[in-house]
């Protein structure tokens, strides 16, 4: 066990914890009992194996990006999740837990979702299995990422709105706790990022982390060596850069850079943009830092991205800041816009807003022109056009 992964009681360093009403507990405690057990059995791994490379379509390309390269004086590489089936690194979570919902017996499944995409793994893997699916979304996000709503309900999904708070994702976490702990018995609650009670944190890192571990094999055939000397991806819970990060948790000599979304600024008052304004506290049953009053009270994030407006982190991306092994930085929505026009036009590839955030670092770092850089590419921007197209100016 490394330094920097979770202890035996769930925490990472003082953050995480399973801080949950009596009510969930027996639904927690079963999960926390059998993850491990389960995921580590070889049927299980060869079965997540097979359908990562059959279904998902994985490995995913580590990409060359020879223009941005070019435009940075640098090597830069991008780890292609947006060329998952479904469109982004969320199918690799939802895939392992629904393997694992299945051994435990669980028929429905629910799910709550921000950008859409992990409501559409969901909806994706429920519909491969023959399993009810119930995705929560808050009412803003429905308008705002239609495609992906109509998308779920495709795929056989019901989709039920969040009508309460700002109506994004922290209110369609909500809503999922709730039901969760009216129905115990059938039900499994597949969370979409690393965020929610010990074990969430860490069964979501561990399926996520078949990046880094294809980032290594594949960076040593490119390079002869399986270790960048920078690592970034975009943090909204932060599942894509915890799986970015995993296998490279233990070498200090590989920097590992998450990007927060900035919304209108920092200190705007409409910002999602948690280490940089937040505190210490508990939000969805775990210990983390979160953007908070003085008595508590949330505070509504803001991104041009719906799947970083959260206003946490992971537990593990709380410890990563708080202990200084990552190093976490902010975009604004106009920085990630124009970070996410510039890839198209250099590289023929639209990304998703979230992942332009992370693609918004470049101009926020300073690189030699012997480093190597690679950048997780978490999502493609089909599901945000129309937003790109409102911003317009391209």
């Known amino acids: 066990m490394g330094k920097h992964q979770i202890d035996q009681e769930g925490f990472y360093g003082e953050f995480g914890g399973a801080y949950i009403p009596e009510m969930l507990y027996p639904n927690v405690e079963e999960l926390r009992e059998n993850y491990l057990k389960i995921i580590q059995e070889e049927s299980f791994q060869a079965e997540f194996q097979r359908l990562l490379h ?137 969370i979409g990022s690393v965020v929610g009670p010990h074990p969430y944190p860490d069964m979501v890192a561990r399926f996520q982390s078949v990046i880094s571990e294809e980032i290594k094999k594949q960076l040593k055939t490119e390079t002869g060596s399986e270790n960048p000397d920078y690592l970034i991806a975009c943090v909204g819970g932060g599942s894509n850069a915890a799986g970015t990060f995993y296998h490279y948790l233990d070498n200090e000599d590989v920097k590992l850079i998450a990007v927060e979304a900035a919304g209108l600024g920092v200190d705007s008052g409409k910002t999602a943009a948690t280490t940089q304004v937040g505190t210490r506290g508990i939000i969805h049953g775990s210990k983390t830092i979160l953007m908070q009053t003085r008595d508590g009270q949330i505070v509504e994030p803001h991104s041009i991205s719906a799947g970083l407006d959260y206003p946490g982190i992971g537990p593990i991306h709380a410890y990563l800041f708080d202990s200084g092994r990552g190093l976490y930085h902010s975009a604004t929505d106009e920085q990630a816009y124009l970070a996410g026009v510039q890839l198209s036009r250099l ?16 101009d926020l770092l300073k690189f030699r022109a012997d480093d190597v850089i690679v950048v997780t590419l978490s999502g493609r921007g089909d599901k945000d056009l129309q937003t790109y197209i409102e911003r317009g100016g391209y």
Not at 134 to 153: L, S
Not at 347 to 362: K, N, V
């Open 54 to 190: 059959t279904y998902v379509g994985r490995p995913t390309p580590l990409y060359l990006a020879t223009r941005l390269s070019k435009k940075y004086n640098t090597t830069i590489y991008l780890k292609r999740e947006d060329l998952n089936h479904t469109g982004a690194h969320k199918v690799n979570n939802t895939l392992g837990q629904i393997l694992l919902a299945r051994r435990l017996g669980k028929t429905r499944i629910i799910a709550e979702t921000g950008a859409g995409q992990h409501g559409v793994a969901t909806a994706t893997m429920c519909a491969l299995m023959g399993m009810q699916c119930v995705v929560y979304m808050g009412e803003v996000d429905i308008h705002r990422q239609k495609p992906n709503v109509e998308r779920m309900k495709l795929l056989g999904a019901e989709v039920r709105p969040a009508l309460s708070g700002s109506r994004t994702l922290k209110d369609a976490t909500n809503e999922a706790i709730r039901d969760w702990i009216n129905n115990p018995v059938d039900t499994y609650y597949i």
């Open 347 to 362: 590289e023929g590839i639209i990304p998703a807003l979230e992942s332009s955030h992370a693609l918004a670092a470049l």
